[in-house]
T-cell receptor
Framework: SQQGEEDPQALSIQEGENATMNCSYKTSINNLQWYRQNSGRGLVHLILIRSNEREKHSGRLRVTLDTSKKSSSLLITASRAADTASYFCARSNYQLIWGAGTKLIIKP | NAGVTQTPKFQVLKTGQSMTLQCAQDMNHNSMYWYRQDPGMGLRLIYYSASEGTTDKGEVPNGYNVSRLNKREFSLRLESAAPSQTSVYFC??????????????FGNGTRLTVT
């Protein structure tokens, strides 16, 4: 499969803890994007990291990219109940290839 | 700011019926996309339109047709619905980027059930 693969498939943590999700891929990329999907809604773009970048931050979000290992991780620090959602990585090389997502549950 | 608007939100069809899913964006984006999302799977691209007047097949185009009516609107048509087309359908738009897909803006989806 050319899809990105996220792991874990599901993650349940206490509010205030950090959440880490990983994404692996098989072929070269131009960039890799992370999206969030709340239940019953469309996907919302979070961060785009280019193949020549190693780390990017946006608020409580930190994304890393290791092109030698063909993997990326999304870290959400100090999680909140509102972070409960599914998170998807999508790798870009002329077209976007999507992983199956990580379902994150933040317990109050 | 409406962004990407999809209609209808829900639809139930019988096998063999036809319908058109509508999508409109107000961000002046050149590129538009139709995806389907099935449980446990990532998004799969059905068709896309890189610019007004052009459409191309994606990963799973069989059973679907599209029309890029103008820069704002991109519709998806099911000519003869099948139960395998039960899914959630998302429309998205973006600025074009050669070899470097720009972030996508998504609508809230159409939940289609074919019985």
């Amino acid at each position: 499969s050319q899809q990105g693969e996220e792991d874990p498939q599901a993650l349940s943590i206490q509010e205030g803890e950090n959440a880490t999700m990983n994404c692996s891929y098989k072929t070269s990329i131009n960039n890799l994007q992370w999206y969030r999907q709340n239940s019953g809604r469309g996907l919302v773009h979070l961060i785009l990291i280019r193949s020549n970048e190693r780390e990017k931050h946006s608020g409580r979000l930190r994304v890393t990219l290791d092109t030698s290992k063909k993997s990326s991780s999304l870290l959400i620090t100090a999680s909140r109940a509102a972070d409960t959602a599914s998170y998807f990585c999508a790798r870009s090389n002329y077209q976007l290839i999507w992983g199956a997502g990580t379902k994150l549950i933040i317990k109050p | 700011n409406a962004g990407v608007t999809q209609t209808p939100k829900f639809q139930v069809l019988k096998t063999g019926q036809s319908m058109t899913l509508q999508c409109a964006q107000d961000m002046n984006h050149n590129s538009m996309y139709w995806y389907r999302q099935d449980p446990g799977m990532g998004l799969r691209l059905i068709y896309y339109s890189a610019s007004e007047g052009t459409t191309d097949k994606g990963e799973v185009p069989n059973g679907y047709n599209v029309s890029r009516l103008n820069k704002r609107e991109f519709s998806l048509r099911l000519e003869s619905a099948a139960p395998s087309q039960t899914s959630v359908y998302f429309c998205a738009s973006s600025e074009p980027g050669t070899g470097n897909i720009s972030p996508l803006h998504f609508g809230n989806g159409t939940r289609l059930t074919v019985t």
